[in-house]
C-alpha cells in the first residue's frame, strides 16, 4: 500500500529537483531533500592540495602559498587574525549555488538539513586530519570547548524569508556533530547586499554591524564554529570574528556550505 500511495503521489504532486527542475521519483529525495541524485553527484569539492587555513586549492597561481613559513594563502591573507580557519562542504558551482539559492532565496527550508550533515562532513574530516574531537557531547578542539552559532541577519531579512538560512544550517551542524548551538551574535546594522562589492568595499560594508547577543555570556576559552551558507572574500566572517575574540572566544572556525572562488578555480575540472 506504501509503495502504490508513493506512485500515486508522484503522479498527482509531482517533485522537481530544486537544482535541475527535472521530476523526481520520490523515494529518490533522501534526507527529505528534493535534489536528485544526478545533482547530488555533481557536487564539487575543492581539490587537494588546500590551503590549511581556508581550505582554498592551491597550486593555482592565485592562492598558493608565499613561502613555506606560512599557513595562509593569497585568499585568505586579507582576513582578519581573528579568524583561525575556514571549512566548505563543496565549491560554489552548479548545481551547490542553485541549493544556496533555493534555502536562502525560495524558501526551501527543506534543503537545511542536507546541507548541515554535509558541512559537519567536512569539519569532521578536518577534526580527523587534526586528531581533535567534532561529533561528541562538549567536544574538545585543543582542550577548549566548543559552541556552534549562526552568522546573524537583521531582522526585517529574517522577517522577509521566514527564517535566517545560516541559523538552520547551524541546528543541523550543531545536531550532527553533537555540540552546543549558542546566539553569539547579532546583527545591528541592515547594510547594503556584498554580492557586488569588490573585496575592500566588503570589508567597509561590513564593519561595526555585529554586537553581542543579549544571551552571549561568558565565552572565555571557548572555541567557536561559525556557521553561514557561503564564503566569498570572507569579510564578513572576519568582523564576526574579530567581535567574538574580543569577547573571549579562544579561536574561530568558519563553516559553510557553499565557497567561492575566483574565475580560475571554478573552471577547473
Given at each position: 500500500?506504501?509503495?502504490?500511495?508513493?506512485?500515486?503521489?508522484?503522479?498527482?504532486?509531482?517533485?522537481?529537483?530544486?537544482?535541475?527542475?527535472?521530476?523526481?521519483?520520490?523515494?529518490?529525495?533522501?534526507?527529505?531533500?528534493?535534489?536528485?541524485?544526478?545533482?547530488?553527484?555533481?557536487?564539487?569539492?575543492?581539490?587537494?592540495?588546500?590551503c590549511t587555513r581556508?581550505?582554498?586549492?592551491?597550486?593555482?597561481?592565485?592562492?598558493?602559498?608565499?613561502?613555506?613559513?606560512?599557513?595562509?594563502?593569497?585568499?585568505?591573507?586579507?582576513?582578519?587574525?581573528?579568524?583561525?580557519?575556514?571549512?566548505?562542504?563543496?565549491?560554489?558551482?552548479?548545481?551547490?549555488?542553485?541549493?544556496?539559492?533555493?534555502?536562502?532565496?525560495?524558501?526551501?527550508?527543506?534543503?537545511?538539513?542536507?546541507?548541515?550533515?554535509?558541512?559537519?562532513?567536512?569539519?569532521?574530516?578536518?577534526?580527523?586530519?587534526?586528531?581533535?574531537?567534532?561529533?561528541?557531547?562538549?567536544?574538545?578542539?585543543?582542550?577548549?570547548?566548543?559552541?556552534?552559532?549562526?552568522?546573524?541577519?537583521?531582522?526585517?531579512?529574517?522577517?522577509?524569508?521566514?527564517?535566517?538560512?545560516?541559523?538552520?544550517?547551524?541546528?543541523?551542524?550543531?545536531?550532527?556533530?553533537?555540540?552546543?548551538?549558542?546566539?553569539?551574535?547579532?546583527?545591528?546594522?541592515?547594510?547594503?547586499?556584498?554580492?557586488?562589492?569588490?573585496?575592500?568595499?566588503?570589508?567597509?560594508?561590513?564593519?561595526?554591524?555585529?554586537?553581542?547577543?543579549?544571551?552571549?555570556?561568558?565565552?572565555?576559552?571557548?572555541?567557536?564554529?561559525?556557521?553561514?551558507?557561503?564564503?566569498?572574500?570572507?569579510?564578513?566572517?572576519?568582523?564576526?570574528?574579530?567581535?567574538?575574540?574580543?569577547?573571549?572566544?579562544?579561536?574561530?572556525?568558519?563553516?559553510?556550505?557553499?565557497?567561492?572562488?575566483?574565475e580560475p578555480f571554478?573552471?577547473?575540472?
Amino acid at each position: 500500500m506504501g509503495t502504490a500511495v508513493a506512485r500515486a503521489l508522484d503522479l498527482l504532486l509531482p517533485a522537481g529537483c530544486v537544482s535541475c527542475r527535472i521530476w523526481m521519483p520520490r523515494s529518490e529525495a533522501r534526507d527529505d531533500a528534493p535534489i536528485c541524485a544526478r545533482c547530488r553527484s555533481r557536487l564539487r569539492m575543492a581539490s587537494w592540495p588546500r590551503c590549511t587555513r581556508c581550505d582554498a586549492p592551491l597550486g593555482t597561481g592565485i592562492a598558493r602559498l608565499s613561502d613555506a613559513e606560512r599557513s595562509d594563502c593569497h585568499e585568505c591573507r586579507p582576513w582578519s587574525t581573528a579568524l583561525s580557519t575556514a571549512r566548505s562542504a563543496f565549491l560554489l558551482t552548479t548545481p551547490a549555488s542553485d541549493l544556496v539559492h533555493a534555502l536562502k532565496y525560495e524558501g526551501w527550508s527543506e534543503l537545511a538539513g542536507f546541507m548541515a550533515g554535509r558541512m559537519a562532513g567536512a569539519l569532521r574530516d578536518t577534526a580527523n586530519r587534526a586528531s581533535t574531537v567534532w561529533d561528541q557531547p562538549g567536544g574538545v578542539c585543543d582542550a577548549q570547548t566548543i559552541v556552534v552559532t549562526p552568522m546573524p541577519t537583521t531582522p526585517t531579512r529574517e522577517r522577509r524569508r521566514g527564517y535566517n538560512q545560516a541559523g538552520l544550517l547551524a541546528e543541523g551542524v550543531a545536531s550532527e556533530l553533537g555540540l552546543p548551538l549558542k546566539p553569539l551574535l547579532i546583527r545591528t546594522l541592515d547594510r547594503r547586499s556584498q554580492i557586488k562589492l569588490e573585496p575592500s568595499q566588503r570589508r567597509a560594508n561590513v564593519s561595526g554591524v555585529f554586537a553581542p547577543h543579549p544571551a552571549m555570556g561568558v565565552i572565555s576559552g571557548t572555541s567557536v564554529v561559525l556557521v553561514d551558507d557561503v564564503l566569498t572574500t570572507g569579510a564578513t566572517a572576519s568582523e564576526a570574528a574579530t567581535l567574538l575574540i574580543g569577547q573571549g572566544a579562544s579561536s574561530v572556525h568558519l563553516a559553510t556550505f557553499g565557497r567561492a572562488l575566483p574565475e580560475p578555480f571554478s573552471s577547473l575540472p
